[in-house]
């Protein structure tokens, strides 16, 4: 039963008052950049973009090749220039990312993976355009259509013939905006987040090696540190035991049992996911029970991605751990301050020329074990660890937030890009 004052299209029930076109009935341009790449000139002005270029709500220039003047005005001239207000989409490789483009100050053409979208000023306003393309209904719809087997892409013949929810310009305008408060709310919220990333990696590296106050200090093999401080091999302060892999002929389960099982997979730097975690079968948990980490432990994966340290949640402690990733425990010294000390350059660049060619590096048990660690006062670790998950608590509570809107704005998206909710 619809409701009054709504119809039933082949993109979904929307007002009566709403059409359903296609895309290339209320634009005026649809195209693509340049099917090939002009030849990269030193130190021009002139810049020529592909998808990877397309960060956040605008082209990162920053990255992006010089060509030259004669290029640009060649390339120009076949029509592989955005205009201020065009709508650029990726199609080829990545696919759905869009952009409003705004910097018409800088001189930029575009390479054949990103279409042009020039909108119909009497139709079809640009921001609803980029908006609505974002939405994951109109994603869907694009991906059923993508071809090419390597390379996924969707062709300009597909994105013409793309049907979209088309309302007054003025209710465009209106969803437009509210969309991109939104945005501007994320926006915001991710700049937060990286100038914490940028402070906790200037406070890793200054407290981890000049410690808190002090003006003393001495050279050791890591460096210069103040003169209190002693250097012990990790294998001192802690025992740095393997983790195990199922017997041979036994899968890991997704029904729970009493026997969760923590892979690098779920390892992110400082602690264990807990959205996909696997599970022992009951009928094999006594043959790796040895191999179980705590919640007074660490892990470091060893095998595939290197060097992921973090702690144990306490809905896992007592879970087995992988054979890519190695436990350190009875650990005689602040926990927190180890784990930073672990995930700290000097260390971690370490780990890296640990780096083997063959298919999936490998850390070795011993190596770990040598590890140099600077090592302040009791009072200092604790000092030093509080002031470093401060800023981390800092950049999770910042993460949430950005969850949050993002979730604000898919609700918003599905409401208003329906109409279910009306702007005028």
């Known amino acids: 039963m619809l409701k009054e004052g709504y119809k039933k299209t082949e ?22 950049g340049s099917h090939s790449s002009p030849v990269p ?34 390339l120009t001239k076949n029509g592989c220039g955005p205009e201020y207000g065009d709508v650029l989409l990726s199609k080829d490789g990545t696919i759905g990312k869009t952009i409003l483009f705004e910097q018409s100050n800088e001189n930029v053409v575009l390479l054949s993976s990103i279409a ?16 609505y393309l974002r939405d994951s209904r109109t994603l869907t719809r694009m991906t059923n259509t993508k071809t090419g ?12 013939d793309l049907k979209i929810v088309l309302p007054c310009l003025k209710e465009q305008e209106k969803i437009a905006e509210i969309l991109s408060t939104v945005d501007c709310q994320i926006d915001d919220t991710e700049k937060l987040i990286e100038k914490c990333r940028v402070l906790k990696k200037g406070l890793m590296q200054r407290l981890l090696t000049k410690g808190i106050g002090h003006t003393e200090f001495k050279k050791t093999e890591v460096g210069e540190i103040p003169v209190g401080w002693e250097v ?21 389960l997704d029904e729970k049992t009493d026997n969760p099982y923590i892979r690098v997979a779920d390892m992110y730097e400082g602690g264990v996911k807990l959205d996909d975690i696997k599970y022992v079968p009951s009928e094999v948990a006594d043959k790796i029970k040895s191999y179980k980490i705590a919640k007074e432990d660490l892990f470091i994966s060893v095998a595939g991605t290197l060097g992921i340290v973090g702690m144990v949640p306490e809905e896992l402690d007592g879970a087995n751990l992988t054979e890519n990733a190695d436990k ?55 000092r030093i660890a509080d002031i470093l998950t401060s800023v981390d608590n800092e950049i999770v509570e910042y993460e949430n937030k950005k969850q949050r809107l993002q979730e604000l704005k898919k609700g918003l998206m599905q409401q208003l890009l329906t109409g279910k909710i009306r702007t005028i």
């Open 116 to 131: 042009i979208l020039r909108p119909s000023s009497i139709k079809l306003n640009g921001k609803y355009l980029n908006q």
């Open 328 to 382: 350190l425990c009875d650990i005689k010294i602040n926990k927190e301050f180890l784990m930073r000390v672990l995930q700290s350059k000097s260390i971690q660049n370490i780990i890296e020329s640990e780096k083997t060619t063959s298919a999936q590096p490998k850390l070795a048990l011993t190596r770990i074990r040598e590890f140099s660690i600077p090592i302040p006062s009791d009072e200092e670790q604790e």
């Open 11 to 32: 993109v979904g029930v929307i007002p009566e008052d709403w059409e359903v076109v296609k895309l290339s009935d209320c634009t005026e341009k649809i195209t693509d």
């Open 41 to 74: 000139v030193e130190g021009s002005n002139y810049k020529i973009c592909t998808v990877a270029n397309m960060k956040g709500n605008s082209l990162d220039l920053s990255s992006s090749a010089n060509i030259s003047e004669e290029d640009f005005e060649k």
């Open 149 to 160: 087997s390597a390379i996924k892409r969707i062709v300009l013949r597909d994105i013409k």
């Open 232 to 252: 012990k091999k990790l294998e001192e302060i802690c025992s740095v035991k393997g983790g195990k892999r199922l017997p041979k002929g036994y899968q890991l």
